[in-house]
């Protein structure tokens, strides 16, 4: 049987852009200050991501589609000034480490329909199709169906660990993407040195590209007859990030999703070790830990030391055991700390989100400390401060 002939891929500057504006059939980018991190990227994926033939397709295909993106998003922003004018207002930013609870929190506070939420598709192909009749029946959410099921049946466990919505909210970060200042690329592979380049970067220009794409899908969905007041926005990511949030939204709040990291650490490994068996056949499990360890002990303590700046009083702080065992109690009192009503359509709504959505539904996610290098002690001294924060001390109240 003849199968068909896997393309060559060069991670090359000028290979990507030109490729880009092939498919776009546009050239203005924008600014330039994405052009040295997706070098950096370029470079990681070339040099260290030890990517098998389908994985250098998947990756080249992410990084053209973020070019092409961005293309497509500057494009609308000239014809349609009017845009950038839009304001986001008072949005609800979900921080955290990733596995306490963030996904259904935000699920959850986006079944109100009186709240924006970006879903899958829409950060995925964040421009309407060029010609096509978007504001009535988009075209691209079809192919978000179509690109979760060939993405599931290529890694079937991944749907144990995340559930999976091509029309459900989901993490904005993807919209960083068309920056070149996010953690999706080590997210998928092995790409140290990127990884570390964006940890010890401000991530400014990254920031004001999310706040205009936010914009962008904003008007959109005006356009297409979907107003509403505020948005929902989350990502683990932004836990290490929470002077860029309010810099860029200063009316912002930002609840917090807690969790014991000696119980999320490991879950964290294994999706990372699942999305990295997706691209390479050279995925070692002791070096997905050390490397997610690194990183998230790092975002939570940078979390730490920018709310005891001046930012305290604009977290509201969610524990996972509550939010299991009373999800719309937690939501009762996240809506009275934003000073907003939590009406009985919002309720309802939730309500019918839950019911639809139980975890039970979904197969069991299997790890263990040991496949990644952990141990509980090793966790513990980690991440000491904020467990006794907000764990111990939280277990120990009366």
Not at 61 to 83: K, M, N, T, W
Request: net charge negative.
């Amino acid at each position: 049987m003849m199968t068909e002939a896997i393309p060559e891929i060069r991670f090359e500057e000028e290979i990507v852009l030109d490729e880009a504006r092939r498919r776009a059939g546009l050239d203005d980018f924008g600014d330039d200050l994405f052009l040295d991190p997706m070098r950096r990227l370029l470079d990681g994926l070339e040099s260290e991501a030890a990517l098998h033939a389908v994985g250098r397709v998947t990756m080249y295909e992410r990084i053209v589609g973020s070019l092409v993106g961005r293309l497509s998003a500057q494009d609308y922003f000239v014809r349609h000034p009017e845009i950038l004018e839009e304001r986001i207002e008072a949005p609800t930013v979900i921080v955290g480490l990733a596995r306490t609870g963030s996904t259904m929190m935000h699920r959850l506070l986006s079944a109100d329909p009186k709240v924006y939420a970006v879903r899958w598709w829409e950060c995925r192909a964040p421009s309407p199709y060029p010609g096509s009749d978007w504001r009535h029946e988009d075209p691209r959410i079809p192919d978000a169906h179509a690109e979760v099921k060939a993405i599931l049946e290529a890694a079937p466990e991944l749907a144990t660990i995340h559930p999976w919505d091509p029309e459900g909210p989901d993490e904005e970060i993807m919209l960083l993407e068309h920056a070149f200042l996010s953690g999706v690329p080590d997210a998928f592979c092995n790409v140290p040195n990127y990884r570390r380049f964006v940890i010890e970067s401000d991530l400014r220009d990254g920031y004001a590209h999310l706040k205009r794409m936010l914009q962008f899908l904003q008007w959109q969905k005006k356009e297409a007859g979907h107003p509403a007041e505020r948005w929902i926005l989350k990502a683990p990511f932004h836990v290490g990030r929470i002077p860029q949030i309010f810099e860029f939204f200063p009316d912002a709040m930002i609840v917090q999703t807690h969790r014991d990291p000696v119980e999320t650490s490991p879950s964290i490994a294994s999706l990372y070790c699942s999305t990295w068996r997706t691209n390479s056949d050279a995925v070692d499990p002791l070096v997905v830990g050390e490397q997610c360890l690194e990183l998230w002990s790092w975002g939570i303590a940078k979390c730490l030391t920018d709310r005891d700046s001046g930012f305290e009083d604009r977290f509201i702080d969610v524990l996972y055991e509550e939010t299991r065992k009373d999800p719309l109690g937690s939501i009762e009192m996240i809506y009275e700390r934003l000073g907003r009503p939590f009406t009985n359509e919002a309720r309802e709504a939730m309500k019918r989100w839950g019911d639809d959505n139980r975890r039970d539904k979904r197969a069991a996610h299997a790890y263990s400390l040991a496949e990644f290098g952990y141990t509980r002690e090793i966790i513990c001294e980690a991440f000491a401060a904020y467990r006794e924060r907000f764990i111990v001390g939280e277990a120990e109240s009366p």
